[in-house]
């Protein structure tokens, strides 16, 4: 009898999930027929009932009452996982929040499958946290302590470039020496693969696989510098107030500008504090601003548009962001020459990760003949220009940017549980 199984890939801001199937490996629709789905979940206050992906990000865009949450895998191997949160009220533990999440993508999969599936291949990020090797094996416990809870019986991981290259592979014609780079929400990992189609159904790649290596910076952290350096001046970081001219908290805008900590500033006591402070501001207009997201709790639609931005400046050299949840008619005009010097650092981080990669394989730039671009920040223009740059003699793959790492968890899963398997066209 087929061992049937899948591959999860649950990142930071989407996820998708493709299941192996007697040789036959499919992506899953799991919101409608989109294969990937938002990794955002949002809970309605009137009932506590959970909605995911594209209707959580809906529901809460539209200002309906509860609490929405995204880049949830941000928080596994850290001390939030213990510290909880609350959810409309009561507390709630992230593993919890987690488990609904993923379970509802297994659902969809069983439904597809006609029944229920026990064998998959997590997707991982070759560090869930950097420089902490205790965190690192704690989120992969965390995130394997999940899926148990979800139905799984036979859990496996693999690494997420790794993934993505055996996505690759069956396309191939020949041998290539490869390196993956795996942007996504909340990492960046890369790793430098021997690949050939002859070796799809190799059930041992340790010989192929040269070196990985990750770092934990990625669009999240893209969003996070934009805002910082073009949206959050107008709602009044860095600005003074009292007799002695200080600079206002910051803590309270750096947290306005990470998905995963927005939700922790909706307090009474900083909600009074930025009050407080206003009084002795020396640009109320701007900071006074500050205070109504607080108020209204629109520091996701900040965050958002600091994203929409980051996207429009993609392929545009200049965008208008529109914050008029603030004030009737307002708007940030963004260069993409301010967005490029502002992630500028992250970038250098994301290149080194990938200079560090060919040091560990011991091969030189030039000896590259495949870039895989994989997750949505590859389409950052900088982004595309520095790994130009690093690998001149390389042929650039960028198809399935957002699914390809839940194709090749599947087919690592039909090599680890199954048997011979063919990617099917998508």
């Known amino acids: 009898m087929t061992t049937l199984s899948c591959g999860i890939d649950f990142g930071t801001s989407n996820t998708s999930v493709a299941i192996a199937n007697g040789g036959e490996i499919s992506l899953v629709p799991v919101e409608n027929a989109s294969v990937t789905i938002p990794s955002a979940i949002f809970f309605q206050r009137s009932n506590n009932k959970a909605f995911y992906g594209r209707t959580a990000v809906n529901l809460f865009f539209d200002r309906q009452e509860g609490r929405f949450m995204r880049s949830l895998k941000r928080v596994l ?60 094996v704690r989120a992969q416990a965390e995130l394997q302590l999940i899926a148990q809870r979800i139905g799984f019986k036979y859990i496996d991981f693999q690494f997420e470039p790794i993934a993505a290259a055996f996505a690759h592979e069956a396309q191939l014609s020949g041998e290539k020496l490869a390196i993956v780079a795996d942007l996504g929400g909340g990492t960046s990992d890369f790793t430098v693969i021997k690949l050939s189609n002859k070796n799809i159904n190799k059930s041992d790649r340790a010989s192929d696989i ?10 999240n952290d893209f969003d996070k510098e934009l805002s910082l350096a073009a949206i959050m001046p107008e709602i009044g970081y860095r600005s003074t107030y009292g007799e002695k001219n200080l600079e206002v908290p910051l803590k309270p805008f750096y947290d306005l500008a990470e998905w995963s900590k927005v939700n922790f500033l909706y307090t009474p006591k900083i909600i009074m504090q930025v009050r407080q402070l206003l009084h002795q501001s020396h640009d109320k207009t701007r900071y006074k601003r500050l205070l109504k997201v607080l108020e209204d709790e629109t520091g996701h639609t900040l965050l958002a548009a600091a ?18 949840f603030i004030e009737d008619d307002f708007y940030v005009p963004i260069k993409r020459t301010l967005f490029e010097a502002s992630i500028e650092g992250e970038v250098e981080k994301i290149s080194a990760s990938a200079r ?50 839940g194709l090749g968890l599947a087919y690592d899963s039909e090599n680890k549980f199954g048997k011979r398997a063919t990617v099917l066209a998508n």
């Open 77 to 136: 191997g850290t001390s939030l996982m213990k510290q909880g949160t609350l959810v409309n009220g009561a507390s709630m533990n992230f593993s919890s929040i987690i488990t609904a999440f993923l379970k509802h993508v297994k659902d969809k999969a069983d439904a597809v499958a006609g029944q229920e599936i026990e064998h998959v291949v997590m997707g991982r990020p070759v560090h869930f946290v950097d420089n902490d090797p205790d965190a690192d």
């Open 210 to 219: 040269l070196a990985n290596t990750g770092v934990r910076v990625g669009g």
């Open 307 to 324: 994203e929409g931005a980051k996207i429009a400046l993609s392929d545009q050299d200049e965008y208008k962001t529109l914050l008029d």
């Open 356 to 405: 560090q990669c060919l040091q560990e394989a011991g091969v030189k730039a030039e000896a590259i003949e495949l870039v895989i671009l994989t997750g949505g920040s590859t389409e950052v223009h900088s982004v595309q220009v520095e790994f130009k740059r690093l690998f001149p003699n390389a042929a650039i793959a960028d198809e399935n940017k957002l699914s390809s790492v």
